[in-house]
T-cell receptor, first 111, second 111 residues
Framework: QKEVEQNSGPLSVPEGAIASLNCTYSDRGSQSFFWYRQYSGKSPELIMSIYSNGDKEDGRFTAQLNKASQYVSLLIRDSQPSDSATYLC???????????FGTGTKLQVIP | DAGVTQSPTHLIKTRGQQVTLRCSPK?????VSWYQQALGQGPQFIFQYYEEEERQRGNFPDRFSGHQFPNYSSELNVNALLLGDSALYLC??????????FGQGTRLTVV
């Protein structure tokens, strides 16, 4: 079982729709959860972090965490073509432990 | 405030050669982690440096080594390059918080 699992996609959504990206993780001791956006040929950019169960909203982005189900999701409202990228889910145990990444989900927003 | 900077941005090396990649962390950050990202994959953790010591290491051979300097900048060295070492090498810096921020990466091609 992979430590962090994501559907590789591509996930295609029409412009203006809600994109829903999902991630599961195996380490129940994980405490910090991140979503990174990576455009083709570029490095990952941190867009959301979440540390406690529930929802966290930042502009058009909402991160959701359910530790009991070991599940993290990212919702993108009013999707724009500029949101087309690969979204990486990342998980970190406490302290200085390494951040573990999923393989990413490719999102395509169709104009 | 300069973010994480890496050099060089692109590099072509021949099998068997050695390479050194460099990273300057974000201002105020003291921890540097190195990742390897192959095409279509998520970043894979190589190692982490803190207070000039390797604090944690991923599943990479000894050909991969590193160093951190008193100003927190870091180097990644790879000896005896293999074709399979071709990848995007990412440096991430972090401070007291759990979030990590990436540099623009170094694209290494081994021919």
């Amino acid at each position: 079982q992979k430590e962090v699992e994501q559907n590789s996609g591509p996930l295609s959504v029409p412009e203006g729709a809600i994109a829903s990206l999902n991630c599961t993780y195996s380490d129940r001791g994980s405490q910090s959860f991140f979503w990174y956006r990576q455009y083709s040929g570029k490095s990952p950019e941190l867009i959301m972090s979440i540390y406690s169960n529930g929802d966290k909203e930042d502009g058009r982005f909402t991160a959701q965490l359910n530790k009991a189900s070991q599940y993290v999701s990212l919702l993108i409202r009013d999707s724009q073509p500029s949101d087309s990228a690969t979204y990486l889910c990342a998980v970190k145990p406490g302290g200085y432990q390494k951040v573990t990444f999923g393989t990413g989900t490719k999102l395509q927003v169709i104009p | 405030d300069a973010g994480v900077t890496q050099s060089p941005t692109h590099l072509i090396k021949t099998r068997g050669q050695q390479v050194t990649l460099r990273c300057s962390p974000k201002s105020g950050h003291d921890t540097v982690s190195w990742y390897q990202q192959a095409l279509g994959q998520g970043p894979q953790f190589i190692f982490q440096y803190y207070e000039e010591e390797e604090r944690q290491r991923g599943n990479f051979p000894d050909r991969f080594s590193g160093h951190q300097f008193p100003n927190y900048s870091s180097e990644l060295n790879v000896n005896a390059l293999l074709l399979g070492d071709s990848a995007l090498y990412l440096c991430a810096s972090s401070g007291t918080g759990p979030e990590a921020f990436f540099g623009q990466g170094t694209r290494l091609t081994v021919v």
